[in-house]
């Protein structure tokens, strides 16, 4: 039987991973893969978390399951960090949850899930949208159409077209949105936005499903959830998939929730057993180490507190990079409009170039980037932006 098998092309964004190690080139620059990078181009692991290891390792005295739902107190504070700890939604315990391996394994658990709920149900992602969504969800047995986000003329969201898709929706189609941060584009939904997304869902009676895995390297950690929150606030059902890879550095240890908004609390507690069946299907018991260590460090005031600094220090430090490189490029006299650069946020931006042009600086420049010119701003350094700028001069 497996003599049938062909190789399947390498996915793009991983191929850029060993090309740029055999790279060679010592002023190479590795702007593809989505991780927060140091001025040393190095993704420490935080302070807070390394704190939280030891004392988690000094405490642990079992490797046994710890149930289907995962570290219940990192569950819980998931749920205060993204919706507050005011949400109405939580105080009448209309939210429950459960940990997964990462945000991939939280949105995998919810299409899942949702397609038990309904056969006829389609998702509708922005165009563009990150690249895994797509086979996450279909691969779940989920249809998949986009709704139109991000304008290229512009660099900005193109809220009236989406909003003109939405009023077209109804109960049968679930809206996948970015939190914040919008991967890959960097254009995030204004606040005014998310109230006009609220309105929408009320009226068709879509279902939101939140993707938010940036939270605290946009504007802030309660900044970067304000639409979060008051969608939450407006609509009885919803979905959230969140992510602990980028803002608390846990990246392999794939640590993610699902959480799940329903009407009431007698809802909510048969959701609890639908999602945990779900996820008993597909991995039986989620992965607890990374729980454990988001768990100390919510839960305790000096390490949640060292956490938050050392986050913020990296939101800083990625929009300087921002203010830095659109310096460079102003200085080099760049005949191209970047100054979209500094009016997105997190981690992520399109360049707007062409294809040719993202080939060129990787061929002529090794500089690394997806086809689609986005880049990952944390990739960057103070030392390379002279580099990178002086290189997009000779290709723009």
Known sequence: MFDQLKALPADPLLGLIGAFREDSNPDKVDL???????????????????????????TENSKTYIGPAGVVGFVDGIKQLVLGSDSSALTDSRVTGLQTPGGCGALRVGSEFLGRMKEDLTVWVSDPTWANHIPLISAAGLKIKTYPYFDSATSAVNFDAMDAKLAELGPNDIVLLHGCCHNPTGADLSFEHWQRVAERANKQGFIPFVDIAYQGLGDGIIEDVQGVRHLSSQVEEMLIATSCSKNFGLYRERTGTLLVQTENATQAKAMETQIQDVARAN?????????????????DTALRAEWENELNSMAVRVK?????????????????????????????????????????????YSIYMADSSRINVAGLNTHCLDYVADALKAVV
Do not use: C
């Open 32 to 58: 593809g893969v989505g991780v927060y990078k140091d001025e040393n181009g190095h993704t420490a692991i935080m302070t807070a978390i390394q704190k939280a290891a030891v004392r988690h390792m000094e």
């Open 283 to 299: 991995y039986s018991m989620s992965p607890a180490y990374g729980g454990f260590l988001v768990d100390i460090v919510l839960h």
């Open 320 to 364: 300087s990079l921002r203010s830095g490189l659109l310096k460079k490029i102003q200085q080099k006299g760049i005949d191209k409009d970047f100054s979209f650069i500094t009016q997105q946020k997190g981690m992520f931006t399109y360049l707007g170039i062409t294809k040719e042009q993202v080939q060129r600086l990787r061929n002529e």
